[in-house]
């Protein structure tokens, strides 16, 4: 096992690992790294853990050390001056006519780089750009081509919940959503429904898509006729989360909804005959 630190970039962030070496950090402590030879102030968001070496890259770098008061001011002098900077280079973009729209933009501690994020329907040949924003910020320029959820997640916004959204609050990675998490859970299919300020499919359809599973492998399906302490029924209906059952007994209009608990002794699945 290794002794590591995972450390944020930014708010909500990839978790990226790092050695303690001989020091020790704190939650929330920020922290000086270098990265692909740049030097960036982190944020730390787990602190001194054991991994497996399997789960973490070939090399750790180091912890540099707990971040310097100049170089906290610094990292907030940069990011005042990244705002003039977005502002820039939506001038530029709208001067050399390129569709593509700038989301996020940010100076490394050293300002050796000046990395603009912007999302783009296609391909952007976007060299010119390149040129024209190097020559006004003296530094090497790096675009970065990003997707709809990261776009959202870098923004952050109201999600149709009323609360913040959960990719720019907490979520460090996304994960896969189906449509199929939205059907096990009988939700509507309207995309209006279903989707995120990122016109995406929710990331929360994913928090309790594991129950629904696990309760839907257990609980009869739609349509299987099944043994109830009333007689038997066809199954018209499922609330899965509360493991209630909705049964249409023979010989009554209206269906009875049974707790499974109370109806798993008597069950037979069969077929409907008729």
């Known amino acids: 096992m290794v002794e590591v630190v995972g450390v944020r970039y930014r708010d909500a962030g990839h978790i ?18 270098e990265s692909q030879k740049t030097l ?12 497996d070496p399997e789960d973490l890259p070939d090399k750790v770098s180091p912890i540099l050390h ?6 906290l001011k610094k990292d907030n002098k940069n990011r005042e001056d990244a705002k003039r900077a977005f502002k ?46 190097a020559g006004v910020f003296r530094t ?18 109201i999600g149709p919940c009323g609360r913040p959204l959960c990719c720019a609050s907490f979520l460090g990675d996304f994960v896969p959503v189906s449509i199929k998490m939205a059907k096990d859970q009988g939700l509507s299919l ?10 995406r499919l929710m990331c929360c359809l994913q ?26 029924g066809k199954v018209v209906g499922l609330n899965l989360l509360n493991r209630l059952v909705s049964i249409r ?3 009554r209009e209206n269906p009875v909804e049974y707790e499974w608990d109370e109806l798993k002794s008597f069950i037979k699945v069969g077929e409907m005959n008729g």
């Open 88 to 133: 820039i280079a939506k001038d530029k973009i709208e001067k050399h006519q390129l569709a593509m729209k700038i989301v996020r933009v940010e100076y490394t501690l050293d300002r050796s780089k000046l990395i603009f994020s912007f999302t783009a329907d296609g391909r952007i040949d976007f060299r010119e750009l390149v040129k024209d924003l």
């Open 249 to 251: 007994l023979v010989g």
């Open 207 to 232: 928090y309790e898509s594991e129950e629904y599973e696990r309760t839907k492998k257990e609980l009869p399906d739609f349509g299987n006729v099944v043994d109830t302490p009333d007689g038997k």
């Open 16 to 33: 990226y690992y790092f050695s303690p070496g001989d020091s020790t950090y704190y939650y929330q402590e920020k922290v000086l790294v």
């Open 140 to 157: 090497r320029i790096e675009l970065q081509q990003i997707g709809v959820r990261d776009e959202s997640k870098l923004i952050g916004g």
């Open 190 to 199: 309207n995309p209006t429904k279903i989707s995120g300020l990122c016109g």
């Open 66 to 71: 707990k971040a310097t008061e100049n170089e």
């Open 40 to 51: 960036h102030i982190a944020t730390v968001a787990v602190p001194k853990i054991e991994m």
